[in-house]
């Protein structure tokens, strides 16, 4: 269990706010220096392209919804955001067509199985089941706003850039990599299509798709995506309002139910952050009202979610009281009052 060996890690904050920034530097260096050495897990392959990332890169990046920055080792490397995009693919969907439309078109369940799982779609009536598995991340992706492929094909990236601050740019290395390699999604398209649950034509959906997963980023990006989401869809380096707070809440609670796939309830119970992964070892872990970590390593476990990236997030979830969960023991006194302890 990644989470054993923090157990006697004690808590620093509970709810509301984080330590001090010299306290919250000194933990994400010291998690970067406790987990750097471990060599478990293996660098995905399957993209050919994505099998040459050395695997001993190790990055944490912490943003507070103040703006305020914490980084320990890679955090400038780029690496392409892969399936983290579908978080935030899905919260522009949200802003633009509405909740109950989106929950409606793809639903919020927990498929229980693989994050390219075929049997899921079939077992639900050509239903995608959640935004977070390749099947409802193709059907969300063909919800984006624009007539042709082209203008979805803007709409996501200048959205998914406003999220991070900065311009985004695609890595064409993968996405010509990932569309020579993605007959999986693109027969997942046409099933779906064959259901009624695609908006747009199949192959150019997928293409689109796969542009979006190939767009470059840092963890030190994916920290500012993640802090607009746990600022309520405000940018906390910028300023600008990317969406609403009630898309922000909605983007958090999906991601607590379906972000690391098969493996969320354990996340959930051993960490308790909403939190999405991608296949290149990036892991973005959001604590409402007071930021996102970021974590950056190649070496993947079984289910797809990066080794070192786990354990950083379960030290420094209970290091600096993110668990949405945790709450400060409060101590009775004789007049009934209570306190924190």
Same mark, same amino acid.
């Given at each position: ?27 994400? !260096? ?104 390749? !099947? ?77 997963? !190939?767009?470059?980023?840092? !963890? $030190? ?19 600008? $309002?990317?969406? /609403? ?82 709450? /400060? ?7 009934? /009052?209570?306190?924190?302890?």
């Amino acid at each position: 269990m990644f989470a054993a060996d923090v157990q006697n890690v004690p808590q620093e904050a509970f709810t509301g706010y984080l330590p001090t920034k010299d306290r919250v530097d000194d933990l994400v !260096a010291q998690a970067h220096q406790r987990y750097a050495g471990h060599t478990d897990g293996t660098v995905a392959d399957y993209i050919p392209i994505l099998a040459e990332a050395n695997p001993n890169w190790f990055g944490l990046a912490l943003v507070g919804i103040n703006g305020s920055t914490h980084l320990a080792g890679d955090v400038d490397v780029h690496f392409s955001i892969q399936s983290i995009s579908k978080a935030f693919v899905f919260a522009l969907v949200c802003e633009s067509i509405g909740h109950e439309a989106v929950h409606e078109r793809i639903g919020v369940n927990n498929t229980g199985l693989a994050f390219n799982s075929v049997i899921a779609v079939e077992l639900n009536n050509g239903s995608p089941m959640n935004s977070m598995v390749n !099947a409802g991340a193709i059907a969300t992706t063909a919800m984006m706003p624009g007539d042709t492929a082209e203008e979805q094909w803007g709409a996501v990236r200048s959205g998914l850039s406003r999220f991070a601050g900065r311009q985004l740019e695609i890595d064409d290395g993968v996405y010509l990599s990932e569309m020579r390699t993605n007959k999986r999604n693109r027969s997942i398209a046409g099933l779906l299509d064959s259901y009624g649950r695609l908006e747009k034509d199949p192959l150019e959906t997928v293409d689109v798709y796969t542009r979006q997963c !190939a767009l470059s980023v840092t !963890a $030190r990006d994916l920290a500012v995506m993640g802090a607009t989401l746990a600022d309520g869809g405000v940018n906390p380096v910028t300023g600008e $309002r990317v969406v /609403s707070a009630d898309v922000a809440r909605d983007t958090l609670s999906l991601l607590a139910s379906c972000g690391m796939y098969e493996k969320s309830g354990e996340w959930l119970f051993e960490i308790g952050l909403p939190a999405k992964s991608g296949v290149t070892g990036g892991i973005i872990s959001i604590s409402p009202g007071k930021g996102a970590l970021a974590t950056f390593s190649p070496p993947l476990d079984s289910a797809g979610n990066s080794v070192r990236g786990q354990r950083a997030c379960a030290f420094l979830s209970r290091a600096l009281g993110l668990n949405l969960f945790a709450s /400060s023991a409060h101590v009775s006194h004789q007049d009934g /009052s209570l306190t924190h302890s």
